[in-house]
């Protein structure tokens, strides 16, 4: 699973036309204890839990709500052995 993740940012102007800002918004993230967030958008796993970055531009706002989760440490096989019979 990724740690980080590229966010972007599109202004959606009164003529219907579309503005990338991912680079001159300014980014935020609500929980940064779980995810923090670049200038850029790129938004960086730090521990399991959900963040809402948002995205501001223009007077506009938009969110990503982000899950982070726990990598897998260990798995175990219960029984760890078994016997069995052909009959």
Do not use: F, H, N, R
């Not at 800002?21 to 960086?44: D, E, H, N, Q």
């Not at 938009?62 to 990598?71: E, F, H, L, P, Q």
């Amino acid at each position: 699973m990724a740690k980080t993740q590229q966010l972007a940012a599109e202004l959606t102007l009164t003529s219907g036309a579309k503005q990338t800002v991912t680079s001159t918004a300014a980014w935020t993230s609500a929980t940064p204890a779980v995810a923090t967030v670049s200038a850029g958008g790129l938004v960086t796993a730090v521990s399991a839990g959900t963040a809402v970055i948002t995205a501001t531009a223009q007077g506009k706002s938009g969110t990503c709500t982000v899950t982070v989760t726990d990598d897998p440490e260990s798995l175990a096989v219960s029984p760890s052995t078994a016997e069995l019979t052909v009959s």
